[in-house]
T-cell receptor, first 112, second 112 residues
Framework: SQQGEEDPQALSIQEGENATMNCSYKTSINNLQWYRQNSGRGLVHLIL?????REKHSGRLRVTLDTSKKSSSLLITASRAADTASYFCATDGIIGYSTLTFGKGTMLLVSP | NAGVTQTPKFQVLKTGQSMTLQCAQD?????MSWYRQDPGMGLRLIHY???????DQGEVPNGYNVSRSTTEDFPLRLLSAAPSQTSVYFC???????????FGPGTRLLVL
């Protein structure tokens, strides 16, 4: 079963706008990660946030984590056409201690 | 470093045929995993390994075998291909539990 669930399933915005994606999960975690997948390619790690952290930044990315609500959000500011991709959250721990469980992803389309 | 490499990129099989998907990494990572990605399903874990000689099942292991004779290589064997195994397969590796996973480019498999 899927641990993380992203919302929305799809998001369409214009260049320059901000994009926000949400992830909810079901059980306790050690950390939560966000990955990006360009069409037809492998996944690329974006950011990891630990369970004792509430917010983390990396360039135009901002991730928040609310362990009481079992949810996380990924904000991409000033979106560019090159940000068009699918975004996945992944949580650790429910199958072994060295694997991740992925959600179904949010497809982001950024139009010029 | 080449990172995580996968071969072949594409493969077409007939029902009942067997094949091996190759995965290799040159980062000296102990942890390696195989995922399959189907439309609308996210990534699902097939098998994983925490080191040479040690493997374990993930969420969807039926129909697949793995072995880990070296740190670098983690092949995935399809014993008797079925149309339900049509998917994109990703191999990933990581240095230690719960941290960034590095993904290969994927193998697209079509079973007729």
């Amino acid at each position: 079963s899927q641990q993380g669930e992203e919302d929305p399933q799809a998001l369409s915005i214009q260049e320059g706008e901000n994009a926000t994606m949400n992830c909810s999960y079901k059980t306790s975690i050690n950390n939560l990660q966000w990955y990006r997948q360009n069409s037809g390619r492998g996944l690329v790690h974006l950011i990891l946030i630990r369970s004792n952290e509430r917010e983390k930044h990396s360039g135009r990315l901002r991730v928040t984590l609310d362990t009481s609500k079992k949810s996380s959000s990924l904000l991409i500011t000033a979106s560019r056409a090159a940000d068009t991709a699918s975004y996945f959250c992944a949580t650790d721990g429910i199958i072994g201690y060295s694997t991740l469980t992925f959600g179904k992803g949010t497809m982001l389309l950024v139009s010029p | 470093n080449a990172g995580v490499t996968q071969t072949p990129k594409f493969q077409v099989l007939k029902t009942g045929q067997s094949m091996t998907l190759q995965c290799a990494q040159d980062m000296n990572h102990e942890y390696m995993s195989w995922y399959r990605q189907d439309p609308g399903m996210g990534l699902r874990l097939i098998h994983y390994s925490v080191g040479a000689g040690i493997t374990d099942q993930g969420e969807v292991p039926n129909g697949y075998n793995v072995s880990r004779s070296t740190t670098e290589d983690f092949p995935l064997r399809l014993l008797s291909a079925a149309p339900s195994q049509t998917s994109v397969y990703f191999c990933a590796s990581s240095l230690s539990p719960g941290v960034t996973q590095y993904f290969g480019p994927g193998t697209r498999l079509l079973v007729l």
